[in-house]
């Protein structure tokens, strides 16, 4: 098991663009949070790239969202 100092996740979060500043903060936040519990690292190390994504650049079955 690495030790929990040299642990450095980075977390990527792709999500259909139009929630706000303030709650993809809260989300964030709550994130590293609970990554630096479970892997006992420190905030300082967790990075987290969140992407907002458009409903018609993503898509499941074949089928756009924005068609759903």
Do not use: Y
Not at 42 to 48: N, Q
């Amino acid at each position: 098991m690495m030790n929990g100092s040299a642990s450095m996740p980075l977390i990527q979060v792709d999500m259909f663009e139009g929630r706000s500043d303030e709650l993809v903060r809260v989300f964030v936040e709550e994130l590293t949070a609970t990554t630096c519990r479970i892997l006992g690292c420190k905030a300082e190390h967790v990075s987290i790239i969140v992407r907002d994504v458009p409903p018609s650049r993503w898509a499941t079955g074949g089928v756009p969202w924005e068609n759903v």
